[in-house]
């Protein structure tokens, strides 16, 4: 399938030279490459071939035919778990991204889902990250993704990861409070967690007097529970009762658990920069353990959008997280 990458300037982009912009936005070409296509007039912004000293506006579209742009190479056996007229379940591995971004088009979920098992319209209901594995809802039609988006909205759709996190994490933990950008870092992509307490404990609900730190603050709240602890390292699981970006990772990242193989959110800041450069170590990758962040979405419990029947599915500890504990057998998950 060939792609065209769109991308609409908002208002704190305005201003800049287009060059400018596409070199630091779109990174997998260099400033070289960028002017190359824009002189081949692969970019256009607002249907229009355009010179590279173009001052964006807010609202300008630009359009890219990436005509052959090299994708990485994925992780892309899946597994049907479940599959009706309404919906499919899929077991996704820990390298393959759900949707197309950036540089990958082809090698997603998505694409899998379209040309080998001729979902002509594949409706992702919830999305994980590229390096987590698991369970992953896909709608079927856009009346099955409206009720199923509306379940996970409402917050009755059951959620449950196994993680591995360094160090010995206690019998349980519960942590709310507010998820919101982190500019003070290198990476622009990075979050923060700002837990919110009080004497009798944490908030589990947005409390009404609660400012919120900024007017992109998004209320968490995930509970955790120890499972098995492994010397210095320990599985537990966890159940997001919010569906935020990163925000498992994050949290556990300031409770001081990191995840296991987390380049962005793990023991060093620098990993992350480094993976980037293809520059990762043999010593980086002795204290990640794992080539991926070690998070699992083990388990899923909702209501079918059609006959309202509950549905629940887990999945087994997966193979690559189960070799950092050292043993063989697949534990298994139930859900709670």
């Known amino acids: 399938m ?13 201003g800049g030279a287009l060059l400018d912009f596409l070199t630091t936005r779109f990174t997998y070409h260099t400033r070289d490459e960028w002017l190359d296509r824009l002189t081949e007039g692969r970019m256009t912004c607002n249907g229009r071939p355009t010179p590279p000293e173009h001052l964006l506006q807010t609202g300008d579209e630009l359009a890219y035919d990436p005509g052959g742009l090299a994708e990485p190479p994925m992780d892309d056996r899946i597994g049907v778990v479940h599959a009706d007229a309404d919906l499919l379940v899929i077991d996704k591995t820990g390298n393959l991204t759900c949707h197309p971004c950036g540089r990958y088009f082809n090698h997603t979920l998505w694409a899998i889902l379209k040309t080998r098992h001729g979902i002509e319209n594949p409706i992702f209901v919830n999305r994980i990250d590229r390096e987590t594995s698991g369970l992953v809802l896909v709608a079927r039609t856009p009346s099955a993704a409206k009720n199923l988006r509306a379940q996970f909205a409402g917050r009755t759709v059951d959620k449950q990861y196994l993680a591995l996190v360094e160090g010995a994490f206690p019998e349980r933990a519960t942590a709310a409070g507010w998820i ?12 923060r967690f700002l837990p919110v307490t009080t004497a009798a404990g944490h908030w589990v609900t947005a409390p009404a007097s609660a400012v919120p730190p900024g007017p992109e603050a998004q209320w968490g709240w995930t509970e955790f529970a120890l499972l098995e602890r492994h010397g210095d390292l320990s599985l537990i699981s966890a159940a997001p009762h919010t569906g935020r970006l990163h925000q498992i990772r994050v949290t556990l990242q300031t409770l001081g658990y990191p995840l296991v193989g987390d380049k962005l959110y793990g023991l060093d800041p620098g990993f992350f920069l480094r993976f980037c450069q293809d520059a990762l170590t043999a010593g980086d990758f002795a204290r990640m353990r794992m080539k991926r962040q070690a998070l699992h979405a083990a388990g899923l419990r909702f209501r079918h959008p059609a006959t309202g029947q509950e549905l629940s599915f887990a999945l087994p500890l997966p193979a690559d997280m189960q070799a950092v504990l050292g043993g063989s057998g697949a534990r298994q998950f139930c859900m709670g």
């Open 180 to 191: 919101v950008a982190d500019f003070t870092g290198e990476v622009l992509k990075q979050r």
């Open 2 to 14: 060939r792609r065209q990458i769109r991308f609409v300037i908002p208002a704190e982009r305005a």
